[in-house]
């Protein structure tokens, strides 16, 4: 089992950077893809990004292709998304999330461990 905690969340002006990281418990964090979601106000949660376990392929939604970029570290445990060129509609909490049974997944239900979310908000 591994539990999940992200940071880095908060309020920037769109045009503006966050780092997003998520940090997890255990000893086997290299056998996890990894996915970071996000949810917004009355929307469906949607994969934003995902990394496989060793961090050699990833994948991103179109719409934030070309502005984050998912990296891990698996000494340090630690999934990272830094986001870039926020936007308003970027404005959601994002989760990070752990799937055991696959090298990398973009299919939200194959994620067996979430984190509690994070708030990214992008407004002037």
């Known amino acids: 089992q591994v539990q999940l905690v992200e940071s880095g969340g908060g309020l920037v002006q769109p045009g503006g950077s966050l780092r997003l990281s998520c940090a997890a418990s255990?000893?086997?964090?290299?056998?996890?893809?990894m996915g970071w979601f996000r949810q917004a106000p009355g929307k469906e949660r949607e994969l934003v990004a995902a990394i496989s376990r060793a961090g050699t392929r990833t994948y991103y939604a179109d719409s934030v292709k070309g502005r984050f970029t998912i990296t891990r570290d698996n000494a340090k445990n630690t999934v990272y998304l830094q986001m870039n060129s926020l936007k308003p509609e970027d404005t959601a909490v994002y989760f990070c999330?752990?799937?055991?049974?696959?090298?990398?997944?973009?299919?939200?239900?194959?994620?067996?461990?979430w984190g509690q979310g994070t708030q990214v908000t992008v407004s002037s």
């Open positions: 999330a752990a799937s055991s049974g696959v090298v990398m997944t973009t299919i939200p239900g194959q994620y067996d461990y």
């Open positions: 255990g000893r086997t964090f290299g056998s996890y893809a």
